[in-house]
């Protein structure tokens, strides 16, 4: 009985096995693709003909030209590139005297990582998101990692985003005094550690205050309700309150008034009767006084009620009528009345949220009555249709040969 080994299939698989392994250690032998090389720039980089050593003489070329940068080639075959620069990158290929490629490999130059230049923002209490730029431009593929920890504990990853040049810490343990941030930089070249200390309070920053608002008071001509929201960076639902600055002036004036208030509205008693006023917020942790300020917000503007000698008390709601901008001159005196700072609750009913009301109510009816409309044309031309049918099947009918 013949063996397995015996049989013409397996013969035959056998055989191409140890063919296709010759051919691919002979493709190895000759053409030794090595993939990429990195070398320092400005320095003298050392290519290898391959792993073996050669005894023939080689020829080296660079993208297929034998014109090479500044070099020498040692008596074993290997290619010693002298001070490099930027242009001497490229594919590298080394040939034996009857012209076969016995070794090709990519050259590619830059520096090793340098130190980074890291800064943290922190926009709220969850998130502590840390930036950085290199101080060495290093021209080649690198990673990151970061990590972090407070005084006396373990180190925990800051998470990296390696294409924006982030790291991210969430849920931060606020109650360290410092934390320390370690990022490493590694490229093929090396790998530099950049450490930081970081102290959360001090960098806690909120983002502006959004939507700032400014609406006159009927009847009152230098009154103006300001108003605004939290920044949506800013968790509202964990309960950590804000402290906010208000700035004011009117428009064209180089002198701001400023009032101080925990709320996110505030009643202005001292504008400038007819004048557009412009008005910003920021914001400050409401506990943390060494916290910084946010920017100023963009910018709100309103004018305090006038009374107009036409009438029509009403119209004066209207968002057109409240920014009358260009009816007023825009170099006016400043404003150089001392600050004052009246309680930021107000106590007065409040218009703007009877005139969202009204403009709520009548959307509503405008609404209902459209849909209605829609229905009745619908119904009416659903009817029209049928009615044609009917007409048109009549005719037929009355058509047919009985
Ligand atoms: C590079 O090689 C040249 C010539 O062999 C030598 O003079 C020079 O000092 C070398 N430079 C470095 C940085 O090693
Ligand atoms: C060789 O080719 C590479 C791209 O593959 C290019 O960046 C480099 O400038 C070329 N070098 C020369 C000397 O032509
Ligand atoms: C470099 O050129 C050689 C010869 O043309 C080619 O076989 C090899 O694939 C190239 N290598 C790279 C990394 O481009
Ligand atoms: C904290 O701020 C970041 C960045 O603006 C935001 O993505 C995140 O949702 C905020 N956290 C909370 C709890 O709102």
Redesign the pocket.
Known sequence: MPGPLSSPVCLTVIWFLSWSLFLGRAQILT?E?S??QYGRLESNVTLACGTSPVRTPVEWRLN?SSALPWHKVTSDGTLVLLHVDQSAQG?Y?CYDNRGL?LH???LRLGHPPGLLSVSCRVPNHTLVRCKWVESVKTFLPAEYHASYRGIGQEWKPCVVNAVLQHCDISQPAFWHPAHSLKITETNPLGSTPTNVQIRLHELLKPDPPELVSVQAEVGYPTRLVVSWSYPSSWPIHLAFPLTFEIRYRPAGSTHWSKIECNDSLVKIFDALAGHLHQVQVRAQDGVDTDSQWSEWSTEGQGQPWQAYSTGEPAEEFLPGDLFPDDSFPVNTKPDTSTVKTPNCGVEEECNLGLVILLVLFSVVILTTVLSLILVVWVRQKRRNHENKQELTSMVKMKSMPI
């Open positions: 053409n693709v993939g990429v297929h594919n290929s490629l090709s490999t990519k």
